[in-house]
């Protein structure tokens, strides 16, 4: 079990502490302050530990800054986006490690696939050199009712283990935030992605 710290909004100073701390693994959603921080923290003996993963919405004319500083993106959930990270991505640093964004539950959401259209789009994906398709990841709408939580985790967890039978390099399964973690753990997760219940509520109030 992987523990993704959500960093998102935090300062540097904040991070600091929970490097101190001994976490490595850290999610950042926005491209400039997660790229802001990478290079913050690379000038630092400390820095080179760090793994940090981009699980914001992509833009197109934002996926440079991802392929060239990020180790992993979490949110890929067209082939376009996916060509343009793999074509950015230096040949210098090791494939970008993608997770498939998968649009479970959340209706409303603009963001990620219907499973009907993940194995296509996993094809082509493990076709794309300078990427490698670690697995899928998951934000379903909001629900306080724990059955519920885990039958939507588990659609997750048969589309993660079909996945991982075509393709062996498949490992991951991202779900699970501060208010729905033990469900997703019950269900199968690998890597919850926790900000809240590590740093404390987000302050977006400009400042
Ligand atoms: C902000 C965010 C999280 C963390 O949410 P918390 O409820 O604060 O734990 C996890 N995943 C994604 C994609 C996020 O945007």
Redesign the pocket.
Known sequence: MTLLA?S?TKPVAVIAEAIAAGQRTF?E?YVQEGVDKIQHFAALPEGTALEWHF??PLQSNKSRLVAEHFAWCQTVDRLRIAERLNNQRPATMAPLNVLIQINISDEQSKSGIVLDALPALAEAIVALPNLMLRGLMA?PAPEVVYPRQLAVFGQMNDAFLALRQRYPQVDTLSMG???DMAAAIAAGSTMV?????IFGHRDYSPT
């Open positions: 959500v998102k999610g959603n699980i914001g934000i935030m501060t208010d992605r926790i900000g809240t219940a």
